[in-house]
C-alpha cells in the first residue's frame, strides 16, 4: 500500500469530466470541467477524488498527513495525453533516406537505395525482438516526456505472419516491461507485400484465413486495421478483411482517404469501424456518414505537415457532428515523432480547433477512439490516475505558446514516471 | 580558476568550422565540419582544442586528471544555436486573444477586445522594468533548455521613446544577470504609433531626431531595424531611418516583402543590410541583389506555420548563393515560440534545407546575422564554450526525428546551464 498523493493547487484542472458518455462531438468538445485551484487524490493509483482543493481539504482531513503533497499552484493539471494511432514498433531509423530527400533525390533514387516502407519492412523483419524491444523503449520513454500515457500501437512492418506477430509479441511484452499502456493493432494490410504484387487479393485470402485467426487465437490484438486507398486496398478488399475481423472480435480501424477520395470514411460508418484515420480527402459524405455512425476522425496533423500536405478538414467535421481525435502517427516514414504537444498545436494552426477542442481530441476522444475511456482520457473517481502537470496556467497557453513541450510531471497509475 | 572541461567521444562533433570567415553560401553551408569521435577541451569558458577523442588524449595526458569528463558517446554535439531574431521583451500575454481567433472571432472583434500588437505595446508601456525582466527570463530559461545560447532581441513594442529605451536598458540588465548572450537591437519603427497615423513622416522624423541620438548615446543597441511593408514604412522611409542609424554606428536590419513584394531585399542590399528579415515575398531581382551584396537573409519558418502562410523560398536562395540563417522570431503575436529545435526542422520540411544547411543556418550564419561569428557559432580554439549534447546520434536524426527538443545538455561559457 503506497502513500496517497494530492495533487492540490492547481491554477487550473481540466477534467475533462462530462455525463455525456462515449466520443464527444460539437459543443462537447469544448466542456473541459474546469476547477480552478483544483485538486486530486490519488490512492493505489485510481483517482479517489476530484474538486477545488478546499472541498478535498474537508473530506480528507484525517488523512492529509500521510499524504505526498504536490503543490500545482500555477500550473494547468489534465489528463495523460492519449495517442491512439502509432506504428511505434519497427526496425531501423530512415534519417538518411530524410536528407537525400532534401538534397535532391527522386523516389526511385531513395527505392533503388532500399528506403521506403520496404527498408523499414526489411529491417522489422531482420530484427530480433529484444532489438524491437530495445529500439521501442526510447520511443516509450520519449513518449512519457511528452506526457502520453496510453498509446494504440499497430503491426504491418511485417507483412508476412512471422513478422507481424513479432510486432505485437512486443507490444505484449512492453506492456508488461514499460509501464506504459499499448493498445495493439493488427495491420498485417498496411501495404502490398512485394511478392504479392499483381495478386493482391491472394493476400487478403491469406490474411483472412492465415494471419487474423493466429492473432486470434494469442489474444495479440483488440483492433483490426487496413490501408484503403488508391494502389493499396480497394474498399471491397478492406471491408472483406474488416469484417472477418470482427468475426474474431477485432474492432475495425481503418486508414482512409489521405490520398485520395476513396470512399474510405464512408466505408468506415459502413463496417462500423471505431474510427477512420487521415481523412485528409474525406468527401462531404463521408464526413457526414462518420458524423452519423459515430465513427471517430483520428487526424495526424505532425503527418500532413512533415509530407507538406494540406491538414485533415477538422474544423469542419468538428461543426458537421464528427468526434475527432488526434494522434503523432509516430512511424518512421511519413511522421517520426511522439509530440503529442505538438500535435495539439497543429491541431489548432492547421486544422482550426480551438485549444479546448484539441485537449479533448487529445484526451477523451483519444481514448474512446481504442476503447479505453472506461479508464483513461478524463480525470474522474475511479479512473486511472494518469495526469500531466505542464508549465503553463491555462489550456490555452498550452496550445498558444507553440512548439515547446511544457510537461513538467507525469504520473503513470499514480507512479511519477517525468 | 575553475576545472578543465573535457567533452569526449561524441559520437559526432559538428564543429561548423572552416577557413571562409563571415557568412556561408550555398555548399558552404553544407560543411559541418565534422569529427567522429570527438572530443573538445574547454578551460575558462573558452575552447582550447577540438579535435579526435585520441587526439586531444594525447595531448593533455598530464591534465586529463584534473578535467572534469563528459562522456558524450552516443549524441551528437553542436555549437550552442543562436537564434538571431527575436522580439523578447515584452509585456502580457495573448493567449486568449489565439483562443478567440480560432472561435472565430473577426480581426476587428479582436482589435475591439484590445488585441493585437497594440495589446502587447499596451501592456509592455504599462509594465515596469522589473516585471519586464521577471517574464523576459523565464523565456530565456526556455531558449536554454531549447539549446540556443544567444539570442538578438528587439526593441519595438514601445513606439515611444521612454518604453523603447525602457526595452533595451531591460535587455542590458538582462545581459548582466542571465547567462544566455542577448544582442540588442532598436526597432522603434516596428508600426505605426496609432497617435502618429496620417503623419508617419513626423514620426520618422522624430525616430531619427529625437530616439536614435539617445539609443546611441546610451550604447543601448548594435543594430537599427525598421518594419517595410505596405502600410507601415515605405522603402524611402526605411531608408532614411536606416542610413541615420548608419551614422550612429547602428549597422541596419530590415523586415522586408513579408507580407508582399515591395523592395525590402533591395533595399537591404543597397543599404548594406547585415541581414533582411521574413522574405516571404522576396522578389527574383531582391533574392539576386541580397546574394551580390551578402546581406543574410533571416528566415522565420514557424512564423510562416503560425500565420499559415508559405515559408519563405530558403532553398531557391541557397540555391541562388544567398546565406540564409534561421529564428524563431519569438514574439507574442505571430510566433509565441522559444524553440529553434523546432525551427531547424521547419528549415528543412517547409523551406527543403538539407540537415547540414539547417544547422548551419541556426549556428554559424545567425551567429553572422548578429555580427557575433567571431565569438559563436562555430566549435573553434579561442571561441565561447557554447555547445550543446543532443539524445540523437548524428545531425541529420536531429531534423529527421523532428518536433522534438533533443537538448540533453548545454553549456553557456563552459558552465553547464542545462
Not at 499552484?73 to 530527400?101: A, I, K, Q
Not at 532500399?114 to 529500439?135: F, K, N, S, V, Y
Given at each position: 500500500m503506497t502513500k496517497p498523493i494530492w495533487i492540490k493547487h492547481a491554477a487550473q484542472l481540466a477534467t475533462l469530466a462530462s455525463e455525456v458518455k462515449g466520443p464527444r462531438s460539437k459543443g462537447k468538445?469544448?466542456?473541459?470541467g474546469l476547477i480552478e485551484d483544483g485538486s486530486v487524490w490519488i490512492e493505489d493509483g485510481m483517482i479517489q477524488a476530484v474538486g477545488t482543493t478546499k472541498e478535498l481539504e474537508e473530506r480528507f482531513a484525517d488523512k492529509v498527513y500521510e499524504a505526498e503533497i504536490v503543490d500545482a499552484s500555477n500550473h494547468l493539471v489534465t489528463p495523460g495525453l492519449v495517442d491512439p494511432h502509432t506504428h511505434v514498433v519497427y526496425g531501423g531509423s530512415r534519417e538518411r533516406e530524410f536528407e537525400m530527400r532534401l538534397e535532391g533525390a527522386s523516389y526511385m533514387d531513395i527505392m533503388n537505395a532500399g528506403g521506403g516502407i520496404h527498408a523499414t519492412t526489411r529491417m522489422t523483419r531482420e530484427a530480433t525482438e529484444e532489438e524491437l524491444i530495445d529500439q521501442t523503449k526510447r520511443r516509450l520513454d520519449s513518449f512519457f516526456s511528452h506526457g502520453v500515457t496510453t498509446i494504440e500501437g499497430k503491426s504491418g512492418y511485417g507483412m508476412n505472419l512471422e513478422t507481424e506477430l513479432k510486432q505485437l509479441r512486443v507490444m505484449k511484452k512492453l506492456q508488461e516491461q514499460h509501464a506504459i499502456d499499448i493498445v495493439p493493432t493488427f495491420m498485417g494490410a498496411h501495404a502490398i507485400p512485394p511478392d504479392f504484387k499483381g495478386r493482391e487479393d491472394d493476400f487478403v485470402n491469406h490474411l483472412i484465413d492465415e494471419m487474423l485467426p493466429v492473432v486470434a487465437e494469442e489474444k495479440l490484438a483488440e483492433f483490426n486495421d487496413v490501408f484503403c486507398e488508391k494502389g493499396v486496398y480497394t474498399p471491397e478488399q478492406s471491408e472483406r478483411i474488416l469484417e472477418a475481423g470482427k468475426r474474431f472480435g477485432l474492432m475495425p480501424k481503418i486508414h482512409a482517404d489521405e490520398i485520395e477520395p476513396y470512399g474510405g470514411a464512408e466505408l468506415a460508418a459502413k463496417v462500423g469501424a471505431i474510427s477512420a484515420e487521415h481523412l485528409l480527402k474525406a468527401s462531404a459524405e463521408g464526413i457526414k456518414a462518420m458524423a452519423e455512425s459515430g465513427t471517430i476522425a483520428c487526424l495526424l496533423p505532425a503527418t500532413a505537415l512533415y509530407l507538406r500536405e494540406e491538414a485533415a478538414a477538422g474544423r469542419r467535421m468538428v461543426d458537421e457532428g464528427v468526434s475527432v481525435a488526434i494522434s503523432t502517427d509516430c512511424n518512421p516514414g511519413s511522421s517520426p515523432t511522439t509530440s503529442m504537444p505538438l500535435v495539439m498545436n497543429l491541431a489548432c494552426i492547421s486544422m482550426r480547433l480551438t485549444p479546448a477542442e484539441a485537449l479533448t481530441a487529445a484526451t477523451y476522444n483519444a481514448a474512446c477512439a481504442i476503447n479505453r475511456q472506461e479508464r483513461v482520457g478524463s480525470l474522474e473517481v475511479g479512473k486511472q490516475a494518469d495526469m500531466v502537470m505542464w508549465n503553463v496556467k491555462n489550456y490555452q497557453e498550452l496550445q498558444y505558446l507553440f512548439g515547446v513541450n511544457h510537461v513538467k510531471s507525469v504520473w503513470k497509475k499514480g507512479v511519477k514516471v517525468v
Amino acid at each position: 500500500m503506497t502513500k496517497p498523493i494530492w495533487i492540490k493547487h492547481a491554477a487550473q484542472l481540466a477534467t475533462l469530466a462530462s455525463e455525456v458518455k462515449g466520443p464527444r462531438s460539437k459543443g462537447k468538445m469544448s466542456e473541459l470541467g474546469l476547477i480552478e485551484d483544483g485538486s486530486v487524490w490519488i490512492e493505489d493509483g485510481m483517482i479517489q477524488a476530484v474538486g477545488t482543493t478546499k472541498e478535498l481539504e474537508e473530506r480528507f482531513a484525517d488523512k492529509v498527513y500521510e499524504a505526498e503533497i504536490v503543490d500545482a499552484s500555477n500550473h494547468l493539471v489534465t489528463p495523460g495525453l492519449v495517442d491512439p494511432h502509432t506504428h511505434v514498433v519497427y526496425g531501423g531509423s530512415r534519417e538518411r533516406e530524410f536528407e537525400m530527400r532534401l538534397e535532391g533525390a527522386s523516389y526511385m533514387d531513395i527505392m533503388n537505395a532500399g528506403g521506403g516502407i520496404h527498408a523499414t519492412t526489411r529491417m522489422t523483419r531482420e530484427a530480433t525482438e529484444e532489438e524491437l524491444i530495445d529500439q521501442t523503449k526510447r520511443r516509450l520513454d520519449s513518449f512519457f516526456s511528452h506526457g502520453v500515457t496510453t498509446i494504440e500501437g499497430k503491426s504491418g512492418y511485417g507483412m508476412n505472419l512471422e513478422t507481424e506477430l513479432k510486432q505485437l509479441r512486443v507490444m505484449k511484452k512492453l506492456q508488461e516491461q514499460h509501464a506504459i499502456d499499448i493498445v495493439p493493432t493488427f495491420m498485417g494490410a498496411h501495404a502490398i507485400p512485394p511478392d504479392f504484387k499483381g495478386r493482391e487479393d491472394d493476400f487478403v485470402n491469406h490474411l483472412i484465413d492465415e494471419m487474423l485467426p493466429v492473432v486470434a487465437e494469442e489474444k495479440l490484438a483488440e483492433f483490426n486495421d487496413v490501408f484503403c486507398e488508391k494502389g493499396v486496398y480497394t474498399p471491397e478488399q478492406s471491408e472483406r478483411i474488416l469484417e472477418a475481423g470482427k468475426r474474431f472480435g477485432l474492432m475495425p480501424k481503418i486508414h482512409a482517404d489521405e490520398i485520395e477520395p476513396y470512399g474510405g470514411a464512408e466505408l468506415a460508418a459502413k463496417v462500423g469501424a471505431i474510427s477512420a484515420e487521415h481523412l485528409l480527402k474525406a468527401s462531404a459524405e463521408g464526413i457526414k456518414a462518420m458524423a452519423e455512425s459515430g465513427t471517430i476522425a483520428c487526424l495526424l496533423p505532425a503527418t500532413a505537415l512533415y509530407l507538406r500536405e494540406e491538414a485533415a478538414a477538422g474544423r469542419r467535421m468538428v461543426d458537421e457532428g464528427v468526434s475527432v481525435a488526434i494522434s503523432t502517427d509516430c512511424n518512421p516514414g511519413s511522421s517520426p515523432t511522439t509530440s503529442m504537444p505538438l500535435v495539439m498545436n497543429l491541431a489548432c494552426i492547421s486544422m482550426r480547433l480551438t485549444p479546448a477542442e484539441a485537449l479533448t481530441a487529445a484526451t477523451y476522444n483519444a481514448a474512446c477512439a481504442i476503447n479505453r475511456q472506461e479508464r483513461v482520457g478524463s480525470l474522474e473517481v475511479g479512473k486511472q490516475a494518469d495526469m500531466v502537470m505542464w508549465n503553463v496556467k491555462n489550456y490555452q497557453e498550452l496550445q498558444y505558446l507553440f512548439g515547446v513541450n511544457h510537461v513538467k510531471s507525469v504520473w503513470k497509475k499514480g507512479v511519477k514516471v517525468v
